[in-house]
């Protein structure tokens, strides 16, 4: 969907259901991407640690497809609760602290860089 549509779908969403709701659905899918995540996490340590035979490979592959399906269907969940967030504080002040935290990053990137050279 582009970007014109979807925000169209968010202003109707905000007008159905009031920015504390959508406040609440953002903290709500939050909370399962982290689920997500530790689970997709846990899957791949354990595929890891006890594969012993080839069918176990195969059945824990599976599973950590599985969790790694759920764990992008939870980064667009966030991402589209992000984004209706995004509408109702105004890009100015976020995109402010995005440039000032990426800038941040890529200081420590530059700094880890020359420290593992040198
Ligand atoms: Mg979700």
Redesign the pocket.
Known sequence: MKKADRADLYVDALYLWDDRTQLYKLS??CA??IVAINNFLKKIKLANLYDKTEADQIKSTGEAVQKGLELM??IA??EIMIEQARLMCGDGKINKFKDFKLNRLKNLIEKEKNEKSS
Do not use: F, Q
Request: glycine fraction near 0%; proline fraction near 0%.
């Open positions: 709500e899918e399962e991407l269907e939870e969940d966030v």
